[in-house]
């Protein structure tokens, strides 16, 4: 039918339209899924081709590469080896003497899929990559134990070496190593390869060293602290880092719990060991002299190449090229050690002394302590934070008052009784005041209440950035800042505070210090090192700073005096609290301090010197006043011998730094008059362009006095000497051979002078620091004797003018408190 076939046919129709987008939908899918398949497989191909290209150019592991330790190699400045670190102190472990408890602990925590992979562990892989996308950081890595072997074994672990090259080869040689080796081998190659700490490798040697056990008698606690060193070694180190060690056990423990490998009571009394209580004693009797005399220098070298490349020195088989002064390395240790006991007084004083060349930032010898007995002790050149005491004063203080304010070296302060804004006391270590002081003078005798003024009016803020030139960072309150103490203190190590006045000695230019000038790794690569420098003050600042601080040795540090050679420094100590002096039962009156600084130096080196004890707080730990002049002990004899043959030359005055003679305590500073006294000029050091063109008027000529007449009363025995009523402003003033007797605006006086004797009589008028000439009078009384009588006779001379411009107290009593407060401590 007609009708009926054009309906159908219109169904079909409307019914084939409706199919063709989702025809078309497919399509698409199944082109996209076609090129997506495509592409994959050309990458994989591609990859798989790359993988083959570089696994065809791995390096063969031999059986020395696994069982052998591959050992760094430290140098002198000169080229000379000092040290090979790494390969010597080790036991090898065999595949059944691995206990359960170990093998368990290290699988835990380092490779839980070692047994089921084959090499490579894809699903580590994965769930490492995850992880590090959710954290925005690279916090896991996707190597397994074989793999790590491998790169102990021929690669560097240097995280910029880890190159998809590398990566390539070290998954293509564990592949191989899983054929030839049992899992059991390969977990004694890794264990015998591991770095614990204090120059001890192989777990078989730490067990033996840290808890003079056999691996088959380790506990889980032990086990576990075992498992998680070899990370970070260093960072870990129960000997010197008990706490972080703790903690790092303890997340073993945790996750060997997580994966139930021990039970929970197992866990809790893991984890209740204290970990110092399972430590034992470190005593290794192949350490030799020089072994302990570069330790504190080679714990320097190890650290700044672990930050400067991410290499560890002792597993990644480097050559070493330092700034090290063997020679000056030796005369230091054998200078501190004080065997023959002539410095220091007992064996349980401590030192850290840092020497570094001002040309370079170079350090050319350290000293960590003295009678250390272990490899990588206590370093407290890089681990001491102990206030610097005074020696901060030309950093904090003074040194930003010139570069800052302009300040002259003759700038006037006056140290008085004062107060910290807070209202505290603050007082000198004399207890007394000096009253009107140039700077120089109040820095070199160290008064504390002239550096808080200089604080005060320079800033905290400006004073904080001055020290952040040379990353000098303190902190208080947990942050960066300074507060008003800091005026006369501060805590940093000696390195910091050696660089810091290293800047004085070099015209301002900080050189940050360091030790490794070159490196060159395993793989033959070489990376040069040298100091990041910057200009951290004006050679104005720093050579008026110099030219104060010349006046300190042998004046105001008498033990670093040395002839004849160029040099300057500062002294610092800290201070007992009235409540510690009582808890110590120290006597308020006696002299006593926790730490005694010395920071010297000449135009080549600059030393630090530190003397205490590790517990200043422990009875009997306190330093007496000869106590305190040992660091400069020290450093007077490490810069007699750092300058034997050094030719000695003299800082050169900068373009920027002009001369000037000053009438001291001007203010503002002032040029003298023809009658300012010696003893009140000065010649000064100004930034160029603000020397003073003013000439005093505080010293000036009055007119003498006019009448002065005397007479001797026999009757009386007296002289009555009188004179002309005043017609200036001031008062008499008259003295008895050289004594003043009397000051005030009469005009008669009368003196007692019984016979016989000789007595000269001075007058003149005073007027605050102006005085005149002075008039004088001399009276000679003789005796004759006689068989009856005894009969006086008066002789004298006319009325005489000496002039007296000069007179070092022209200003009557008052004058004389103030000059005599012009004297140091």
Known sequence: MVTGSRVERKKYRQKQYNKTPKRNYLTWLKRILIIGLSLGLVVLIAGASLFTYYAMSAPEISQDDLTGQVSSKVFDHEGNLVKTLGGKNRELMTPDQIPDVLKEAVLAIEDARFMEHK???????????????????????????????????????????????????????????????????????????????????????????????????????????????????????????????????????????????????????????????????????????????????????????????????????????????????????????????????????????????????????????????????????????RSIGSTMKPLADYGPAIEYLNYSTGQTVVDEPYQYSSGDEIYNYDMNYKGKQTLREALVGSRNIPALKLLQEVGLDKSYSFLQKMDINIKNNNQRELVESNAIGGEMTPIQL?????????????????????????????????????????????????????????????????????????????????????????????????????????????????????????????????????PQMIYQEMIQYLMQDVPIVDWQKPDSVEIAEIEKYTQPLQKPSPQTPANMRSNELFVKGTQPTQISPVYKVLPAPTGFDAEYNEETQEIEAKWDPLTIQGTFELSLNGNVIYIGTDTEFKVEAPAPGYYELGLRIVDGYSASDRLMINFDLSVEETSTSEESTLETSETTLAPDPNNPNPGGEEGLTSLENNDGP
């Open 119 to 385: 090499g490579v562990d894809p699903i580590r892989i994965v769930g490492a990559a995850l992880a590090n996308l959710k954290s925005g950081d690279i916090r896991q890595g996707g190597s397994t134990i074989t793999q790590q072997l491998v790169k102990l074994s021929v690669f560097s672990t240097k995280f910029e070496d880890q190159t998809l090259e590398r990566k390539a080869q070290e998954a293509w040689l564990s592949l191989k190593l899983e054929q030839e080796y049992s899992k059991e081998e390969i977990l004694s190659l890794y264990l015998n390869k591991l770095f614990y700490s204090n120059n001890v490798y192989g777990a078989k040697t730490a067990a033996r060293t840290f808890f003079s056990k056999e691996l088959k008698d380790l506990t889980l606690a032990e086990a576990a602290l075992l498992a998680g060193l070899p990370q970070a070694p260093t960072q870990y180190d129960p000997y010197l880092y008990p706490d972080v060690a703790q903690e790092r056990r303890d997340t073993v423990l945790q996750v060997m719990l997580k994966r139930k490998l021990i039970s929970q009571a197992q866990y809790q009394q893991a984890i209740a060991i204290p970990v110092s209580s399972m430590l034992t004693p470190l005593d290794d009797d192949t350490l030799s002299e020089k072994d302990l005399m570069v330790d504190a220098y080679i714990d320097v070298v190890a650290q700044e190449v672990q930050d400067k490349m991410n290499l560890n020195v002792y597993t990644d088989g480097l050559e070493i090229y330092t700034n090290l002064d063997l020679e000056a390395q030796k005369h230091l240790y054998q200078t501190v050690q004080d065997s023959a006991g002539q410095i220091f007084p007992n064996d349980k004083m401590q030192t850290a002394v840092s020497i570094i060349n001002v040309d370079n930032g170079q350090i050319t010898a350290l000293s960590g302590g003295r009678n250390q007995e272990v490899a990588m002790g206590l370093n407290r050149t890089t681990t001491l934070n």
């Open 498 to 630: 050696a660089a810091a006045y290293a800047t004085i000695a070099n015209y301002g230019n900080y050189y940050k210090p360091y030790t490794v000038n070159k490196v060159v790794t395993q793989a033959g690569t070489i990376q040069e090192f040298q100091a990041e420098s910057r200009q951290a003050m004006k050679d104005s600042t720093a050579y008026m700073l110099i030219d104060i601080l010349k006046g300190v040795p042998g004046t105001f540090a008498e033990k670093a005096a040395v002839n004849g050679l160029y040099h300057a420094g500062k002294t610092g100590t800290t201070n007992y609290s009235n409540q510690q002096r009582a808890e110590l039962g120290i006597d308020p009156e006696i002299f006593a301090a926790p730490d005694a600084w010395y920071a010297g130096f000449t135009p080549q080196y600059a030393i630090a010197t530190w003397v205490g004890y590790d517990d200043p707080y422990q009875t009997g730990h306190q330093l007496s006043y000869q106590d305190s002049l040992i």
